[in-house]
């Protein structure tokens, strides 16, 4: 029997906000099926014109969208032509946090298939069906239309993730390196536990000194790190503080980057710290060992209650605790809120904008967010975030003073966005084609 290949392409869309996912899965298949080109098409490049002049090269043309939910507004029109004008050889496929918690939606924005939760391993497998000519409806962790109806194809194990480059070191695409996926802490706003899972997976410390080496080599000088809570590594549970696994990881890439003049930024964007895991101890070890002056610390509310209703796991005395103690070693901090959460009354608002005058007075600033009601979450349905006057006042107040900074204005349109495609049925949050995830709000 002679097998011949298809010849096989993908062509990634690629704005500025997905470029850290798409480097994943573009370094995922460089090394798992290389006999595939993969092609990246950028913010205001004609990407309905590129498909169409790539379709006549290949057998089969994959067209991959990683979708945040706040990006449908823009990428809507540029689906809806590619549906319309694509030849029948050309694929479209959407994963990410959007396309995870709304898959039926997804499906119906003219979607071939809908990748759910982590995509690396579902990729390669999927690819490799084009490739030799299978059916790739049936790999594992899709959504799709079989005869006129709706398949799910189940859900996948979590990946190793040392398995899997953390970086295109073969196409010099960068980003900082993922070292733990998968969160304990079911906060009801967030889409990460329910994308990757409530137990956390390192990448080892060996993987990912193997990776910063490389960028070194590279010129790279800057080594940060992607992870829910950055003092969590090497926790088996994601909730206690495992200081010496900690320690190790960032000694030893003290050592690496000191040989190279780089620089580590652990703890900081794109990563927070978790309040209950800042104390003296973990304070005196990132002091020892980072580049970083600012950390991240997660507040979300200035009410307990509230922090109850979220999941959080934490008090509003925790967060003052840690930013008392991160100030003394002399860190930078800045702690997150997010504004307009659903079940807030006057009183919770009252005790929030006190915790934020006293975080102020101590010596932090406030990163201001607006509540989106994400797909795929507990508060997936709930009314979009808008931000109360006296919150208002006191952002403003403080904007002017430095100690205030965010996007919460812009946030606060696209909760409203958000909400408009969900009653249009652009976003399908209850989707009928069965239970991919599963959630309570007690």
């Given at each position: 029997?002679?097998?011949?290949?298809?010849?096989?392409?993908?062509?990634?869309?690629?704005?500025?906000?997905n470029?850290?996912?798409?480097?994943?899965l573009?370094?995922?298949?460089?090394?798992?099926?290389?006999?595939?080109?993969?092609?990246?098409?950028?913010?205001?490049?004609?990407?309905?014109?590129?498909?169409?002049?790539?379709s006549?090269?290949?057998?089969?043309?994959?067209v991959?969208?990683?979708?945040?939910?706040v990006?449908?507004?823009?990428?809507?029109?540029?689906?809806?032509?590619?549906?319309?004008?694509?030849?029948?050889?050309?694929?479209?496929?959407?994963?990410?946090?959007?396309?995870?918690?709304?898959?039926?939606?997804?499906?119906?924005?003219?979607f071939d298939?809908?990748?759910?939760?982590?995509?690396?391993?579902?990729?390669?497998?999927?690819?490799w069906?084009?490739?030799?000519?299978?059916?790739?409806?049936?790999?594992?962790?899709?959504?799709?239309?079989?005869?006129?109806?709706i398949?799910?194809?189940?859900?996948?194990?979590?990946?190793?993730?040392?398995?899997?480059?953390?970086?295109?070191?073969?196409?010099?695409?960068?980003?900082?390196?993922?070292?733990?996926?998968?969160c304990?802490?079911?906060?009801?706003y967030?889409?990460?536990?329910?994308?990757?899972?409530?137990?956390?997976?390192?990448?080892?410390?060996?993987?990912?000194?193997?990776?910063?080496?490389?960028?070194?080599?590279?010129?790279?000088?800057?080594?940060?790190?992607?992870?829910?809570?950055?003092l969590?590594?090497?926790?088996?549970?994601?909730?206690?503080?495992?200081?010496?696994?900690?320690?190790?990881?960032?000694?030893?890439?003290?050592?690496?980057?000191?040989?190279?003049?780089?620089?580590?930024?652990?703890?900081?964007?794109?990563?927070?710290?978790?309040p209950?895991?800042?104390?003296?101890?973990?304070?005196?070890?990132?002091?020892?060992?980072?580049?970083?002056?600012?950390?991240?610390?997660?507040?979300?509310?200035?009410?307990?209650?509230?922090?109850?209703?979220?999941?959080r796991?934490?008090?509003?005395?925790?967060?003052?605790?840690a930013?008392?103690?991160?100030?003394?070693?002399?860190?930078?901090?800045?702690?997150?809120?997010?504004?307009?959460?659903?079940?807030?009354?006057?009183?919770?608002?009252?005790?929030?904008?006190?915790?934020?005058?006293?975080?102020?007075?101590?010596?932090?600033?406030?990163?201001?967010?607006?509540?989106?009601?994400?797909?795929?979450?507990?508060?997936?349905?709930?009314?979009?975030?808008?931000?109360?006057?006296?919150?208002?006042?006191?952002?403003?107040?403080?904007?002017?003073?430095?100690?205030?900074?965010?996007?919460?204005?812009?946030?606060?349109?696209?909760?409203?966005?958000?909400?408009?495609?969900?009653?249009?049925?652009?976003?399908?949050v209850?989707?009928?084609?069965?239970?991919?995830?599963?959630?309570?709000?007690?």
């Amino acid at each position: 029997m002679v097998f011949s290949m298809r010849k096989t392409a993908i062509v990634y869309y690629y704005p500025k906000a997905n470029r850290y996912s798409v480097n994943v899965l573009l370094a995922a298949i460089d090394k798992y099926v290389p006999c595939v080109d993969q092609y990246l098409v950028r913010d205001g490049e004609p990407l309905v014109a590129i498909v169409n002049e790539l379709s006549r090269v290949y057998d089969n043309l994959v067209v991959a969208f990683s979708i945040l939910t706040v990006q449908l507004p823009q990428i809507l029109n540029t689906i809806r032509l590619l549906r319309m004008y694509k030849p029948d050889n050309v694929v479209l496929i959407a994963g990410g946090p959007h396309a995870t918690g709304d898959p039926y939606g997804t499906l119906n924005l003219g979607f071939d298939y809908v990748f759910i939760g982590e995509a690396e391993e579902s990729l390669i497998e999927f690819i490799w069906k084009l490739v030799e000519g299978d059916d790739p409806a049936r790999v594992k962790g899709l959504v799709t239309r079989v005869n006129g109806g709706i398949v799910f194809t189940g859900r996948r194990k979590p990946i190793n993730l040392d398995e899997y480059p953390p970086v295109s070191l073969e196409r010099n695409l960068y980003n900082p390196i993922e070292i733990t996926r998968g969160c304990p802490y079911t906060c009801a706003y967030c889409q990460t536990p329910y994308i990757h899972g409530l137990k956390p997976r390192h990448r080892s410390i060996e993987c990912i000194l193997y990776y910063t080496r490389e960028m070194l080599k590279r010129g790279l000088k800057d080594i940060r790190f992607i992870t829910p809570n950055s003092l969590c590594y090497g926790s088996s549970n994601g909730k206690t503080l495992e200081l010496q696994e900690v320690e190790e990881l960032l000694y030893r890439l003290r050592i690496l980057c000191d040989s190279y003049g780089g620089r580590i930024f652990f703890g900081s964007f794109p990563s927070e710290v978790r309040p209950e895991f800042v104390t003296d101890e973990s304070i005196r070890v990132l002091r020892k060992y980072v580049n970083n002056n600012r950390i991240i610390i997660g507040a979300q509310s200035g009410s307990d209650r509230i922090l109850k209703l979220l999941h959080r796991g934490h008090t509003v005395d925790d967060v003052v605790n840690a930013v008392t103690v991160a100030l003394k070693y002399g860190f930078i901090v800045d702690v997150d809120f997010i504004f307009g959460l659903p079940y807030e009354t006057e009183e919770d608002i009252e005790l929030t904008v006190n915790t934020i005058r006293k975080l102020i007075k101590l010596g932090a600033r406030v990163h201001a967010h607006t509540f989106l009601p994400l797909p795929g979450t507990p508060l997936a349905l709930a009314k979009p975030g808008t931000i109360h006057p006296k919150v208002r006042k006191i952002l403003y107040k403080y904007l002017g003073r430095g100690v205030v900074y965010g996007e919460w204005v812009r946030q606060e349109r696209l909760a409203q966005i958000i909400c408009e495609l969900r009653a249009k049925g652009v976003i399908r949050v209850k989707p009928s084609i069965g239970r991919y995830y599963e959630f309570r709000l007690s």
